[in-house]
C-alpha cells in the first residue's frame, strides 16, 4: 500500500509571506525570540472530547505519547456605542457612548447563563431552552427536521424566540466558517449538540482540548512513528509521476493468495520504480492522477490564513473556564460579522465572522510572555487579508487589562486551497463514506481517494470516517486476519522495558 503526499506542483498551500515588525526599538523581553523557540502549526484545529478520535487514539495506544491541554473560554467581541443599537435587546439599558468595546464570555452552561447580567430573564430562558433542544441525543434530530430549509438566524427567531443579541454567541458556537444567513441548521444544530456534549468529558467547564507541541501534526508524527515501528516506509520529498496496473505477482509474498493480486506500478518523479496494492490520497496530493469524470464538479474554497505571534501573554483571556477544571492553553474569540471593522467596503457581499484560536505559552509554540494567534476566513474577496488584519487589531486593542495594546511580533499569511465535490451536509452524509458523493474509488487503479482535510475550527469526524472506510476496503480481502480498526498489540520495546517505541 502506498499512501501520497504532495509534491511541488500539488501544494495546497499558496502565496505564504512573512512579515516580521520592527523590534530595534522594542524592550528586549518583547522580542522575538531565537527560531527554535516558536513552533507554527498549519493545523490548529480544535477536537472536541466526543470526537471520533478520541476512542481512536485510545484504541491504537498511540495516546501515551500525546499530550492534551484544556481549551477554556470562548470570548465574543461586543461592539459599545450608538451605531450598534439595532442589536441591544430593548430590555437593556441604553449604553453610554464613552464605554469600550469588550470581549465577553460565552455562556456555555446554564450556570454561566443565569450568572451573565446582560442576558435578561426572558432571554435566558430562551437560551436554556434551545440548548436543552440541542443537547438532548432525541430532540435535536427532530430540530433539524422542524427547520424546513430556514437558516439559522431564521430558525432561532421563528422556532425560539432568540433576541439578536443572543444569536450571535449561539452562532459563535456552531463554529461555521459561512455567513450567518447561509449556515444551515442541519449544521448549526449538530455543532451546537457537539459543542455541549462535549462539555465536562474532561473536566469540568471546558469541553476540547489541542495537542501540545503542533496541533494536529503532532498526532500524525505520532503515528508516523507507530507506523514506522509496524513496517511502514517513508520516502520524503517525491510526488507520483505515473501509474500503471497490471496483474502480477505480489512480491515478496509466496503464498496462495499473493500471487494473483492486481498491483500498480507506481513511478516516483526521482524515477524509481516501486509496487502496491493500493494507493491511498487527496485530490489534493493526486491532482494530476485523478480522472476527468473524478474532477467533474470539483469546488475549490480559497481560505486565507493569518497567524500572528503578540508581545504578549494575553493572561486575562486564559482565565480557568471553572473550579476545579486545568489551566487552559487555548481559548476561542469571535467578532460576528456586524462587529467587524471593514478595511474597505464589502457592498453586497456577506461576511462571515471571524473566529481566533488563541494558544499560550503552555503549548510549547511559543516562549513565555508571548501568545500565537490563528485567524482565517473563507471570505472569497481580494479584501480578506486586509480583513483578517482588520479583525486582529480589534481584538488586541480590546483585551482587558493590558497596560498598552499587544504588538504583532511577527506574522505568517498564507492560502489554502480545499477541494470537495459537491455533497451533503456532514449531519447526513452516508454512513459508508467510500461511496458517498465525497469519495471515489477508482478500482482500476487501485487508487482510494480522501477527503482533503475540512479547513474548519474543529476536526471534524468524517475525517476518521473517511480512513475507517479506506481502511475496511483494503482489509476485506484478509478476513478479519487484520484484526479490528485502529487496534494493535502492544510491540516490544526496541530501547528497553522502559521506553515506548511510539
Known amino acids: 500500500m502506498l499512501t501520497s503526499r504532495p509534491a511541488s506542483t500539488s501544494a495546497p498551500f499558496s502565496s505564504a509571506s512573512i512579515r516580521p515588525s520592527p523590534s530595534s526599538e522594542r524592550p528586549t523581553d518583547s522580542r522575538l525570540s531565537f527560531s527554535r523557540a516558536y513552533g507554527i502549526s498549519l493545523s490548529p484545529q480544535l477536537i472536541y472530547a466526543r470526537s471520533n478520535l478520541v476512542p ?39 449604553i453610554k457612548q464613552e464605554q469600550k468595546d469588550v470581549l465577553r464570555k460565552i455562556p ?44 439559522f438566524p431564521d430558525f432561532l427567531e421563528s422556532r425560539y424566540n432568540i433576541d ?46 489541542v495537542p501540545k507541541w503542533g496541533g494536529l501534526a503532532e498526532i500524525a508524527q505520532v503515528a508516523c512513528r507507530a507506523g514506522a515501528v509496524g513496517g511502514g516506509v517513508y520516502v520524503l520529498k517525491q510526488g507520483i509521476d505515473s501509474i500503471s496496473r497490471a496483474q502480477m505477482k505480489d512480491e515478496p509474498s509466496t503464498t496462495a493468495e499473493g500471487a494473483g493480486h492486481l498491483l500498480s506500478k507506481v513511478k516516483l518523479q526521482d524515477g524509481e520504480n516501486v509496487k502496491a496494492r493500493w494507493i491511498l490520497g487527496t485530490r489534493s496530493t493526486l491532482h494530476g492522477l ?24 494575553l493572561t486575562s483571556l486564559f482565565p480557568p473556564p471553572a473550579e476545579g477544571s486545568p489551566p487552559p492553553a487555548g481559548v476561542v474569540v469571535i467578532i460576528p460579522p456586524s462587529s467587524l471593522e471593514l478595511p474597505v467596503p464589502l457592498d453586497m457581499v456577506e461576511i462571515p465572522a471571524v473566529y481566533f484560536i488563541l494558544h499560550s ?136 522495558e522502559d521506553e515506548d517505541v511510539y
Open 56 to 94: 481512536a487514539l485510545v484504541a491504537s495506544k498511540v495516546y501515551r505519547q500525546l499530550e492534551f491541554l484544556a481549551v477554556g473560554t470562548w470570548w465574543i467581541y461586543d461592539v459599545k456605542g450608538p451605531d450598534h443599537d439595532r442589536t441591544r435587546s430593548e430590555e437593556q439599558k441604553p
Open 290 to 313: 485523478s480522472t476527468q469524470a473524478l474532477q467533474e464538479g470539483m469546488t475549490v474554497v480559497e481560505v486565507t490564513h493569518l497567524t500572528a505571534i503578540v508581545s504578549s501573554p
Open 361 to 496: 505559552s503552555d503549548t510549547g509554540e511559543c516562549p513565555e510572555g508571548q501568545s500565537i494567534i490563528y485567524t482565517f476566513t473563507t471570505l472569497s474577496h481580494s479584501s480578506a487579508l486586509d480583513l483578517l488584519f482588520s479583525a486582529l487589531e480589534q481584538l488586541l486593542s480590546a483585551v482587558p487589562n493590558e497596560p498598552s495594546k499587544p504588538e504583532i511580533l511577527w506574522s505568517l499569511t498564507y492560502k489554502q486551497h480545499h477541494a470537495s465535490p459537491p455533497s451533503p451536509s456532514p449531519s447526513n452524509a452516508s454512513s459508508n463514506p467510500l461511496n458517498s458523493a465525497t469519495r471515489t474509488i477508482d478500482e482500476h487503479r487501485g487508487i482510494l481517494y480522501l477527503q482533503d482535510l475540512d479547513p474548519s475550527l474543529a476536526l471534524e469526524d468524517d475525517v476518521l470516517a473517511d480512513v475507517r472506510a479506506a481502511w475496511e476496503r483494503i482489509t476485506a480481502d484478509d478476513g478479519g486476519a487484520r484484526g479490528a480498526f485502529m487496534q494493535f498489540e502492544d510491540r516490544e520495546a526496541m530501547g528497553g
Open 108 to 151: 456555555g452552561s446554564r450556570e454561566d447563563a443565569f450568572a451573565d447580567r446582560s442576558i435578561s430573564l426572558r432571554s435566558t430562558r430562551s437560551l436554556m431552552k434551545i440548548l436543552k433542544s440541542a443537547a438532548d441525543p432525541e430532540t435535536y434530530p427532530d430540530m433539524i427536521s422542524q427547520a424546513d430549509g430556514q437558516s
Open 164 to 209: 439578536p443579541k443572543l444569536q450571535a454567541p449561539l452562532q459563535a458556537l456552531t463554529l461555521s466558517l459561512d455567513p450567518p444567513a447561509q449556515t444551515s441548521v442541519a449544521y448549526a444544530i449538530s455543532r451546537l449538540h457537539r459543542h455541549i456534549t462535549s462539555t465536562g468529558i474532561f473536566g469540568p467547564g471546558f469541553g476540547a482540548v
